[in-house]
Structure formats: C-alpha cells, structure tokens
C-alpha cells in the first residue's frame, strides 16, 4: 500500500491534484489531521475491499504547525509503509490572480486578518519545512491541467521503480528564465526560424520548424554533445538521492529553437526507458514580437 500527502500553498492545485490522483485510483482524504494518519493507517490496512492507494490532503487550513506532519510520516515509514510527500507550489503573483479569477479568499486572510500578500508570505514560512523535506515539487505556475496529470503519473512511476523524473522543458528568456529549472542550456546561437517568414508562425513542434532548426551543422553538434552531458550526468544525480531533476532549454521566445531541441531531449531519454515529461512553458504566448 502506498500513502501519498499532498499539500503546498492554498490555490497551487492541490485540488486538482487530488482529482488526478482520485483518477488514477487513489482514495483521498482532505484535510486529515496529521496526528490520525498512522491511526488510519492501521485501521485501513485491515479493511476488506480497500483501494491500494491512499492520498492525504494538507494545507493550512488543519495544520497550525507542519513538525508534526514530518514526524508522523516517519513513523509510517518506520512501520514499513511507503509513504511520500508531493508539494504544489505556485509563484505568489500567479496565486493572487487565481485568487481575484475565482473570487476566492486565502485561508490565512480571515484566520489571521491579514492581506493576502502577508497571507502568502506567512503560508510559505509555515510550509518551509516540509517543502524541504518533501520527495517532490511540482510548480504548476505554468502548467496546463493535462501537464499536471503527467507529473503526477510520472511520480506514481517514480515511486514504484525508485526512477528519477526528468522534465525537459523549452522557456523563452524575453518571458523570464525557468525559475524551477536544475540545469539550463541557452541556444540563442543557433539560427533562428523566427525569422524565416514561412516559419514564423510555426513552432517546433512543426516538422519544417524541426528540420530547419537540424539542418545545421553547430545545432545538430550541439544536440550530440547534450545528449552525452545529460547521458553522463542523470546517474551521478540519482547516485546522490535526487528524485526529480528538470533540464530547460531556452531561446528568445520559447517557441522554435528550444522547443525543437527539448523534443529532441525528451525523444533521447524516453528512449532508453527514463520516466520524461515534457513542458513547453511559452509555447502558447503570443507571437506579436516574438523571436
């Protein structure tokens, strides 16, 4: 049996991430206090007819102190059970626009009287601990829905075989650089397909995109020399205990060079088997101005 907490800023998406897990056959729990997980844990694995998997919910609206929620996982784990901890983190400012969209009030501001930027801030403090001695993070401050599930299934994976997750990500440096990223390659350098008026518009995901991006010869070197840096590098990070790792891959608008080169990435690892998501965190944004 495997025990999954979920728990990170409020509006990050751990709704939505107990819909996913729910999805993938997990039975989950929001919002239990974390003195009665291992009562439940007991209680559950007697039970006849129980799903394989259980999924705890936390935020702060049930934790006034996270240390106790650490200890108590220990305590799972020392009783042999599999036990893991996901945390879902957000950029504040992303966290305030969700909040004014959907006219929702943080937590923390009625709680404690407070702004929500004081909100914020007080939340994250609260959460330090366990996001440092969490087994994965997953910022969704660009994710789609569908990307979430992927990494989510990713780390179910991930769980199960002791892998590490890669997420090969393209970015665009005019929209900032990839703030969750563990290792970036900038491939401003190569030729550009932004200016090539058939290819403007395109991205590379578009095959005319791939192949101009491929046909010359730096790009095509570069791309070797990756996959040998990477190839030499993912088992030195597994060595050391990493259970995630995110390599990014940037241009100047995130939508040609990088995304082709991240295709190719992704493409190499997933075939020898590796757990890979791959994120195109611009790819969508608009191409007035774009390079």
Not at 53 to 68: C, H, K, T
Not at 153 to 170: D, F, K, P
Request: aromatic content about 10%; glycine content about 6%.
């Amino acid at each position: 049996m495997e025990f999954v907490v979920i728990t990170g800023m409020s509006g990050a998406g751990k709704t939505q991430a107990s819909h996913v897990l729910e999805d993938m056959g997990y039975y989950c729990i929001d919002n239990m206090p974390s003195a009665m997980i291992p009562y439940f844990a007991e209680i559950y694995t007697k039970m006849p007819g129980k799903s394989a998997n259980v999924a705890f919910i936390i935020d702060v609206r049930g934790e006034s102190d996270f240390l106790p929620l650490l200890s108590e996982l220990e305590a799972l784990r020392a009783k042999g059970f599999c036990c893991h901890t996901v945390f879902i983190d957000c950029e504040d400012r992303i966290l305030i626009n969700r909040y004014k969209e959907t006219r929702r009030v943080h937590p923390l501001v009625t709680l404690k009287n407070i702004s929500v930027n004081e909100a914020l801030s007080l939340e994250r403090s609260m959460l330090e601990p366990v996001r440092e001695a969490s087994d994965y993070i997953i910022d969704t401050s660009t994710l789609t829905p569908s990307q979430l599930k992927d990494k989510l299934m990713a780390i179910q994976n991930s769980s199960r075989t002791g892998s590490l997750v890669i997420t090969c990500m393209s970015f665009g440096y005019k929209y900032g650089i990839a703030s969750e990223a563990d290792i970036v390659f900038d491939v401003r350098c190569f030729p550009n397909p932004f200016y090539v008026p058939e290819l403007k518009h395109q991205t590379g995901l578009d095959a005319a995109v791939t192949e101009y991006v491929f046909s010359f010869k730096p790009t095509v070197e570069f791309l070797k020399k990756l996959y040998e840096m990477i190839d030499f590098l993912l088992p030195l990070y597994a060595e050391e205990g990493k259970t995630q790792l995110t390599v990014a891959i940037g241009c100047t608008g995130g939508k040609h060079r990088s995304v082709a080169i991240t295709e190719a990435l992704a493409a190499h690892l997933g075939g020898q088997g590796l757990n890979v998501i791959t994120v195109h965190r611009d790819i969508i944004k608009k191409f007035i101005g774009d390079k």
